[in-house]
C-alpha cells in the first residue's frame, strides 16, 4: 500500500491496497493529516512514526528503515503492519513530502 504527503505530513494520495488496510477512500483522506488517517495503535508506534517523518523533512534522509505495529482502521479494526518510509526530493535536492509503503503483517 502507498500513501504519500505533503512537506506538512497531509494526505496527498493513497492507492486501493491503502484504502483496505486504513479503511479511507483518497478521496477522504485528502488532506487530512497522517496521523488522522494512519492511526497507531499505541502512544509508541506513534512516537516511532513521527520521527522518522520528522528526521527525513529536517534532514532530507531519503529512507528510513522497516519498522512494524498495529494500527486502527476506520472502523476501529486493529492492523498489524509493516511500512517504511521514504522521502519525495524535487530537482533542487529539496524534501517535498514523503511516501509511506505499507504492508499488513
Do not use: H
Not at 486501493?16 to 478521496?27: F, L, P, R
Not at 521514504?86 to 509503503?101: S, Y
Amino acid at each position: 500500500a502507498i500513501i504519500s504527503t505533503d512537506i506538512s505530513r497531509y494526505v496527498c494520495f493513497m492507492n486501493k491496497k491503502a484504502e483496505e488496510i486504513t479503511g479511507y477512500s483518497c478521496d477522504d483522506a485528502k488532506g487530512k493529516s497522517l496521523s488522522e488517517i494512519f492511526r497507531p495503535q499505541s502512544e509508541e508506534f506513534l512516537a516511532d512514526l513521527e520521527a522518522p517523518l520528522s528526521r527525513i523533512i529536517s534532514e532530507n534522509a531519503s529512507c528510513v528503515s522497516m519498522k512494524s505495529g498495529v494500527l486502527l482502521s476506520a472502523g476501529n479494526k486493529e492492523v498489524s503492519v509493516l511500512y517504511k518510509t521514504r522521502a519525495i526530493i524535487d530537482e533542487n535536492d529539496k524534501v517535498k513530502g514523503t511516501v509511506l509503503v505499507v504492508c499488513k503483517k
